[in-house]
């Protein structure tokens, strides 16, 4: 630890004060120890496993390895009340048990020396504390008066937080740095958002805890005690107090009094790196702690004592949350990664314990639980990281809800869950708040075995786009429901959740990063800087006035930035950013409010940014941004190895880019004091570079560039090689020798005394005992540290010029811990990079980098800082001498913890253009501004100005941005375009030559018909055109080859798309109709309506007997032949079964006899005294074998001779020719051999087989007895041992057979028995059987009466229901033929006034002839008008107005002429008013025919009704009388006895514990029957609970409907009597609008339905027509099939019969072929004459080939063919 210099205390003003600014180095301390420890030791925390009941130990000390570490960091109280105690008495008030007092414990430490005087020992109470009570000692323990914190004593904060550190004996300001202004916000932390009051909210940043004044905007500060960043906060119920949980080793929480923010209480050794979350319970009374990775340690603490009253491990994985039930302080529940769980604290019989339940998924998927909510009947509620809600009770999941049409509760995780005002309050991360109703979820249970129920939510609010709602908070404002929300996109809402008519909007306060930044640059004329991130934002902050000014957003995430230096743009507007996609953006700041103010722009700005320039140079992220020092040429370099160059004044002009040999992360251009300019480029894989200015050409034409690439370019490189082994082992060198040299001084010494002393005794006892040392100093001297490299070399970090061609950089991984000054080698073009090794030249130490390397440098502007960003967020500054670029002077430096330690990585640095801010960003989201130390004093009304807009920037277009990250870079652009370039030139000479083959190929063409225009013997083959006949073939193959190749490439594709057609076909195929119903379902209500609900006795009268139930003589007889058969089937199984097992027995016996055989032969050789009892054989009895009383042999047939023929001697003749018939002819005759012996010859075989190696034994007997040797005896001896284990083992499985075959036949006469039951069984029921038939044949006539009845009146009722049917059908027909009719007479009405048109004068007369009604037919027409009359009752208001203008026309029939036109009127119209009147009488004719059929319709159909109405009464008295009969023969059957065996334990119904002896009104009912009963009750009941509730709903329903319709019919009666009012004022009266729609015809609308219908006629004839031609064909196609088929079934016979002769002909040759086997003369004259046929042909071929030849001469002279004499001779030969 390194000593600090304390500074002064600070004052609190009115409550506040910035407590960041003071400095103190890190470890806080406990100022006084707790009260007493108690005195049982803390157990080992064990594991919670899924049976996990945790009940754990009272807390109590650590080891005294804990003590000694604490006792180290301890620090004293300071007093700060008025009365300077800290102790209180007022309820007699002690120390608990324990090691003693405060006082006593501490008085001995160090650390103690400078702050116990500011005790008073007068200020603590004369109680007398007593040392360690000795455990047996309890009376004097209770006796111990106890003493409490008191609860007006607090710490002094400056003791408690961290300071920077400093080195020793430097003149560095402690204040170096001051905290100025916090942009940032975690806003991915967990419960980083608390409320302290309406106005004040905290969260943390870093290693400070920041205080916003919502209204103000202000920032309050305070510092981390540890220095290693805050994991938790959290607020007390009443608001007073808010805690603070620490990160670090054994970090502590702190509890600080509000608004004083005085630290009240801290709270040690809760775990061991960090706090993951803190809850205080609903009293205030208790605090709950969770630890975070790797103890997840749960601790239950009574927080103003300073004690932990609970302490269990809470799980084995995260642990996210940690919260004490509202309604029942004494059950908590932790969350976290895949758990939740439990918690309950119980007094057992060892006391108070934390016991803990984990809660079982069971079918539910496994999730992490972000939020949930105790509710007050002991269920939590939860959310899951699909969205939906999981309702917990006992440990269990009760159901699972999710909105209507199973549609998750939020698209996403649910962050948290809230109980306000008896409704649930969910937060999504997708940025929804939803309200439920509280009692539907409570009492909400599962319906269904999917587990889910959907409820829908009351009310919703969607805060915006792309917001993800971490956590919300309720704000305190009387008459308000407003909320803070905690935005993990980086923002603060304000959400008003009134749901009401002036419910605001949501309201963002604050905007920051979410996540990691990635630059940051401040700008070179004002107090101007800029950040972006991966959040895809960025934004332009004013630091000097901690304003945020303007943010932009964009499709990727920014990784570079740089401000445009004022040798680009003078008014420093312009910034340059990368970004992921590797695009670069150049953006123009400037200040709105200097443009035009155009009208209905309602707020203006302070900054606004404008996209100036774009272009894309690389294909991944862009990591380094650099401008030349003259402002010529920028840099960018990204991750794909490359770094592009830019001539800066031509618009950035590509001048071209260079490859690296790895990744780039930096880019520096050599300072102006450098004589070159020349880039640093610093690869992250340990290569540095260094290029020189790139040339540009001015002249060169951009178009015939084809790539960008400079090869020429002479590029320095350095590769680092690691010599950090080297370095330490130099330094444990050095350290042995300055050891040694220290010994040697000492050895120097004592030699010296020694020899002062002793003289030469003294001389030689030091030698001695130097010869002893330098042994063991031999001995114990360690090897010195191997030189290792590691083999993936660490990465470089940053860097920066000292030098012309030299350069400082900062590594990572193994070779952390110093800074390396390196030296470019010479540039040598023929070295490769990879090879190359360079090492260093120079080292600095830095201290206390080990593992925390520097990752960012920058310096102030003299140089005389060098401000580094550390790895775990601390900021460190080290103050130089000028002018030493060697840094000789790099020792001193302040150190200061800002960021957070784990992951606030500080990712940029930079200082403001006058050196008097310093910003930095870390990935953890944070932005710090800091004063740096001057002796100028700042003002407060400080403010940056923003650069005034250029003119005409607001006309300038903006250029097109690159959203696609797909986009081509500039290089692969290019290539592109060589690419197509080339592509094109190759398509171009591709085209020359398909120009030139197609000219080849036309006159290949003419070639081949010139070739078929010659004679044929002249004609070249195809063939002899090929130049190369292989050329052709091998296309072919490599066509087919391709082919191939394609289809395996395809085949996995073709194969996927064909299953995806074979499923959408079955799908569609198996996709069921509209009034499909599936047969499952139409069987299910079928069993219902038969079997549920009705299990009436039959004995009861109103029995109905179902339809399949029905018995007749037929069915009872094919019932008891199925009996019969049964029966028959089990006895012939038995029979089987019986005669198998006499088989078995023959078959032991036959083995038996061979055993005792065997048995036999052994005994014989053996002595008597050895000879074991042979076992009886089994006999097989004749009654075992009763079929061979038909079998005889010889010998039989012998003595019934002699019977026979005894017998004929004692009858007459004439008898005895009678019985010398022979025995019978249906006996079997056995083979002589076989008379009873039952033993087979396979038995035979196998006894002479068993015994032969005992034949031989009489043969030994034939040779003369001789004493037998000493290989005799021992070989005898051998025998006999064998003979006797064979002996005992022949009777042993002589003894199994036996036993085996007698456990078979007790098996076999067990089911012989139970088979006798079942054939009484059979028998008593055969005998109710044949009963049943014999009354139901007695039954059997009658009921064929009824039932024959029963059916013909049912046949007759569908009958006469078919032609009701049929009738409604036909005068549904007529009616719509009436309609048309109808349609068709207004339709000529309307074409008729059409046609007159409107101003005609002649229009009445016109209508008067048209309407004239003139008699065709006398009588009928007379008839026919008198049946109109009556019709014209029934017809609509426009025929009645018609027949009323016909009887007009009538009365004035003779006040006109109708067969004269009259003067002056039009004569074609006067003709089409006769046509059309001729037309009229048509269609009324047709009118008057139509409707006497339907009345005729009608009369007919109410005849069939009334004989439907008879038929059905007839019916159902048949069906009565019929169902009457069937019951009175039930109750004749049932009038049968029926016998039914019962055992004793099926018998239920007994009196008195005993059977009685009445049992008649008992009932016999089959456990399957009594099953279904049960299950049938509880279904019912759940049946009955799921119909109330529906009926609840449903009612609750039907209220909202009634409402709902309520109000409805309120607005129709607005509108209607709007409408009226409407209708009043338009046609001053009300019209009925559907008869004014409908007297209106639209003539062209009828028109084209009378067309429509003569085309529909038409088509149907067509139709028809071919129907029947098609019908026609399908006939004859028939006919044809089946002739074909005969002719098929003719050629098949032949084919057979060909077969069949083929088969005699090839036996005929085989058979004849032998008589001609040797040579013919035929066959010898047959071979002469073909040799002559050839040579003949040889002839010819020789004569063509000559005439061939001569006709290929010009002029050549065509002489005949030469023909041998011999070939008009020879004829053809059939060969």
């Not at 309120?1610 to 004022?1625: A, D």
């Amino acid at each position: 630890m390194r000593p600090t210099s304390r500074p002064g205390s600070a004052s609190l003003e009115e409550g506040w004060c910035c407590l960041g600014n003071g400095s103190k180095r890190r470890p806080p301390a406990d100022a006084v120890r707790r009260g007493a420890e108690a005195v049982s030791t803390f157990e080992e925390m064990k594991e919670p496993d899924d049976q996990d009941t945790d009940g754990e130990k009272s807390v109590t000390s650590k080891s005294e390895g804990k003590k000694s570490l604490r006792s180290s960091k301890s620090e004293s109280r300071s007093p700060v009340e008025e009365d300077n105690t800290f102790l209180e008495d007022d309820t007699d008030e002690t120390f608990t048990e324990g090691e003693g007092s405060y006082l006593e414990e501490d008085s001995d430490e160090e650390h103690l020396e400078g702050s116990l005087s500011s005790f008073q020992y007068d200020d603590l109470q004369s109680t007398t504390v007593p040392q360690q009570t000795p455990a047996p000692a309890v009376e004097e323990a209770e006796e111990e008066v106890k003493k409490k914190i008191s609860e007006r004593f607090f710490y002094d904060y400056m003791d408690l937080a961290s300071m920077p550190f400093v080195t020793l004996d430097s003149n560095i300001p402690l204040d170096l740095l001051t905290l100025v202004h916090s942009f940032g916000y975690e806003c991915r932390k967990r419960a980083n958002l608390q409320l302290l009051d309406d106005s004040i909210a905290m969260y943390i940043a870093g290693n400070q805890l920041i205080f916003l004044n919502l209204k103000t905007k202000e920032q309050i500060y305070l510092r981390s005690s540890s220095g290693e960043g805050i994991g938790v906060i959290g607020v007390h119920p009443h608001k007073t107090y808010f805690t603070v949980a620490e990160k670090g080793s054994f970090p502590d929480i702190i509890i600080y009094e509000y608004p004083s923010l005085r630290p009240y209480r801290i709270l040690r050794d809760g775990t061991e790196k960090g706090y993951a979350y803190v809850d205080f319970n609903y009293s205030g009374t208790l605090l709950a702690s969770v630890g975070s990775n790797p103890d997840y340690t749960l601790t239950i603490w009574n927080w103003k004592e300073e004690q932990p009253i609970l302490r269990t491990k809470a799980f084995s994985q995260e642990v996210f949350k940690v919260t004490f039930n509202p309604d029942n302080e004494e059950q908590l529940t932790t969350s976290g990664s895949g758990h939740i769980k439990f918690w309950e604290m119980a007094f057992t019989f060892t006391g108070l314990k934390l016991q803990g339940s984990l809660g079982r998924f069971g079918k539910t998927t496994t999730t992490d639980i972000e939020g949930y909510m105790e509710l007050p009947d002991g269920k939590v509620l939860s959310g899951s990281e699909w969205g939906n809600m999981l309702l917990w009770e006992g440990g269990l999941i009760k159901v699972e809800l999710c909105r209507g049409t199973s549609k998750s509760c939020h698209n996403g995780p649910i962050n948290q869950i809230t109980l306000y005002e008896g409704e649930v309050i969910t937060v999504g991360s997708d940025g929804y708040v939803r309200i439920w109703d509280f009692e539907t979820i409570d009492t909400a249970d599962i319906i269904d075995e999917t587990g889910l129920l959907e409820i829908e939510p009351i009310n919703e609010l969607q805060v915006d786009k792309n917001v993800n709602l971490f956590s919300m908070i309720k704000m305190n404002e009387t008459g308000n429901n407003f909320w803070l929300a905690q935005d993990a996109s980086g923002a603060i809402w304000k959400l008003d959740l009134s749901f009401s008519n002036i419910t605001q909007d949501p309201e963002c306060l604050f905007s920051f990063h979410s996540g990691a930044i990635e630059a940051v640059a401040v700008s070179p004329l004002t107090y101007l800087m800029a950040t972006t991130g991966l959040d895809c934002s960025v934004r332009i902050y004013d630091f000097a006035s901690k304003t945020p000014l303007a943010q932009m957003k964009f499709k990727q995430g920014g990784t570079a930035l740089v401000w445009v230096p004022r040798m680009v743009n003078f008014t420093g507007a312009q910034i340059i950013v990368g970004f992921e996609d590797g695009v670069v953006r150049i953006l123009e700041l400037y200040d709105p409010k200097g443009l035009t103010i155009f009208a209905g722009r309602k707020k203006i700005l302070d900054a606004d940014i404008q996209l100036k320039q774009v272009f894309k140079p690389h294909t991944a992220c862009v990591t380094a941004l650099a401008y030349e020092r003259d402002g010529e040429i920028l840099a960018t370099g990204s991750k794909d190895q490359t770094v592009f160059f830019f001539e800066v004044e031509r618009d950035y002009k590509p001048i071209g880019y260079i490859n690296t040999p790895g990744p780039v992360c930096q880019l520096m251009w050599s300072p102006m004091s450098h004589p070159e300019s020349t880039l640093l480029i610093i690869c992250e894989n340990g290569y540095i570079l260094e290029a020189p200015l790139p040339t540009i050409k001015q002249e060169e034409d951009d178009h015939d560039v084809v790539s960008y690439e400079i090869k020429d370019m002479r590029i320095k490189c350095f590769h680092f090689s690691s010599v950090k082994s080297k370095i330490l082992r130099l330094i444990e060198i050095e350290k042995r020798e300055r050891q040694r040299e220290l010994k040697e001084k000492i050895r120097e010494e004592r030699r010296n005394k020694l020899a002062a002393e002793m003289g030469e005794d003294g001389e030689k006892e030091f030698q001695e005992e130097e010869e002893e040392e330098e042994e063991e100093e031999e001995e114990e001297e360690e090897p010195l540290p191997e030189i290792f490299i590691p083999s993936t070399p660490s990465p470089i970090l940053c860097g920066f010029y000292s030098e012309p061609g030299k350069f400082w950089v900062s590594l990572g991984d193994y070779d952390s811990g110093f800074l390396y000054h390196c030296e470019f080698p010479p540039c040598d073009e023929s070295s490769d990079f990879k090879e190359q090794k360079d090492e260093p030249i120079d080292v600095r130490y830095l201290e206390d980098t080990e593992d925390n390397p520097i990752r960012t440098i920058t310096f102030n502007i003299n140089k005389v800082m060098m401000f580094c960003g550390m790895k775990n967020g601390a900021i460190r500054v080290y103050v130089l001498n000028q002018n030493d670029p060697s840094l000789t002077s790099l020792v001193d430096y302040w150190h200061f913890n800002m960021h957070d330690n784990n992951y606030g990585c500080i990712k940029s640095i930079a200082s403001s253009f006058d050196d008097r801010f310093l910003v930095t960003a870390g990935a953890d989201g944070n932005i710090f501004v800091f004063n740096i130390f001057s002796e100028f004093m700042l003002r407060k009304d400080m403010k940056a100005k923003v650069p005034s807009p250029r003119f005409g920037i607001e006309t300038e277009p903006i250029p097109e941005d690159i959203e696609d990250p797909k986009a081509y870079s500039i290089e692969n652009a290019r290539r592109k375009r060589e690419h197509d370039k080339l592509m094109k030139e190759v398509e171009e000479i591709k085209a020359r030559k398909r120009e030139k083959i197609k000219a080849l190929r036309n006159e290949f063409c003419k070639l081949l018909e010139m070739n078929e225009e010659l004679p044929k013997h002249m004609q070249f083959k195809r063939t002899d055109f090929d130049v190369d006949s292989q050329i052709r073939a091998e296309m072919h193959r490599k066509t087919a080859f391709k082919i191939q190749q394609v289809e395996k490439e395809l085949a996995w594709e073709k194969e996927k798309h064909e299953l995806g057609l074979m499923k959408l076909k079955n799908r569609y195929k198996s996709k069921p109709g509209d009034d499909y119903e599936d047969p499952k379902d139409l069987q299910a209500i079928k069993e219902a309506q038969v079997y549920m609900g009705d299990f009436n006795l039959k004995t009861a009268p109103d029995y109905k007997i179902p339809e399949h139930m029905r018995i007749n003589a037929a069915k009872k007889e094919e019932e008891l032949g199925h009996l019969d058969s049964l029966v028959h089937g089990n006895k012939r199984h038995m029979n089987k079964c019986i005669l198998s097992l006499r088989d078995l027995k023959v078959a032991v016996v036959e083995e038996i006899q061979c055993l005792v055989q065997e048995l036999k032969n052994i005994q014989s050789t053996l002595h008597i005294s050895k000879h074991i009892p042979i076992p009886k054989i089994p006999q097989i009895h004749p009654e075992e074998v009763p079929e061979k009383r038909f079998q005889y042999d010889e010998e039989t047939l012998l003595n019934f001779k002699q019977q026979q023929m005894q017998s004929n001697d004692e009858k007459s003749p004439g008898v005895e020719q009678i019985g010398s018939g022979g025995p019978g002819g249906g006996f079997l005759k056995l083979s002589s051999g076989k008379d009873g012996d039952l033993t087979t010859r396979d038995s035979i075989s196998r006894s002479s087989k068993a015994s032969t190696f005992s034949l031989d034994i009489p043969k030994c007997m034939e040779f003369e007895k001789a004493e037998p040797t000493d290989v005799e005896l021992e070989i005898m001896k051998r025998d006999e041992i064998k003979h006797v284990y064979m002996q005992q083992y022949l009777v042993n499985r002589i003894e199994e057979l036996v036993v085996t075959f007698d456990a078979e036949l007790r098996l076999l006469r067990h089911q012989k028995l139970k088979l006798d039951t079942q054939m009484k069984l059979s028998d008593l029921h055969h005998v109710t059987l044949f009963q049943e038939i014999l009354l139901l044949k007695n039954f059997e006539k009658q009921e064929n009466i009824l039932q024959e009845r029963v059916n013909s009146l049912d046949k007759e009722e569908q009958y006469m229901q078919w032609k009701i049917n049929e009738t409604l059908k036909e005068m549904e027909e007529k009616k719509n033929e009436i309609t048309k009719l109808q349609e068709q007479e207004k339709a000529l009405y309307a074409g008729f006034q059409a046609a007159i048109g409107e101003n005609n004068k002649f229009a009445n007369f016109l209508m008067k002839v048209l309407k004239k009604k003139i008699k065709r037919v006398k009588k009928k027409e007379v008839e026919g008008d008198a049946d109109e009359d009556e019709e014209s009752e029934e017809s609509s208001e426009e025929e009645s107005s018609l027949e009323s203008d016909e009887d007009e026309s009538e009365s004035e029939d003779e006040v006109f002429d109708d067969s004269i036109c009259p003067t002056n009127c039009d004569v074609a119209l006067f003709e089409l008013a006769l046509q059309l009147r001729e037309k009229r009488l048509d269609i009324e004719e047709a009118l008057v025919e139509e409707k006497k059929i339907v009345d005729n319709l009608k009369k007919e159909y109410d005849t069939l009704s009334k004989k439907v109405k008879i038929v059905a009464t007839n019916l159902n008295a048949a069906e009565e009388a019929l169902e009457a009969y069937q019951r009175e023969k039930q109750q004749r059957l049932n009038e049968l006895l029926v016998v039914i065996p019962l055992k004793l334990h099926q018998i239920e119904y007994v009196v008195f514990g005993e059977i009685p002896s009445d049992l008649s009104g008992t009932l016999v009912f089959s456990n399957h029957a009594l099953r279904r009963l049960q299950e049938r009750i509880r279904e019912l009941q759940e049946e009955n609970s799921k119909q109330q509730k529906l009926n609840k709903e449903w009612r609750e329903r039907r209220k909202q409907l009634i409402r709902e319709k309520r109000e409805m019919t309120k607005t129709i009666h607005k509108m209607e009597e709007t409408v009226r009012q409407l209708m009043i004022s338009k046609f001053g009266r009300v019209v009925n609008l559907e008869a004014l729609q409908t007297l209106s015809v639209n003539t062209t609308l009828e028109e084209l339905k009378i067309r429509k219908l003569q085309k529909e006629l038409a088509n149907a004839k067509e139709m028809k027509m071919w129907e029947e031609k098609i019908a026609q064909m399908r006939w004859e196609l028939m006919m044809k099939t089946k002739e074909h088929t005969r002719k098929l079934y003719q050629m098949n016979d032949l084919c057979i019969e060909k077969k069949k002769l083929d088969s005699r002909l090839n036996t005929l040759q085989n058979q004849q072929g032998n008589a001609f086997q040797g040579p013919r003369e035929a066959d010898a004259v047959a071979r002469e004459e073909v040799t002559e046929l050839i040579q003949l042909q040889a002839e010819r071929i020789s004569a063509l080939k000559e005439e061939i030849a001569l006709l290929r001469r010009k002029g050549g002279l065509i002489l005949p063919p030469i023909q041998s004499p011999k070939e008009k001779q020879i004829q053809p030969v059939d060969l």
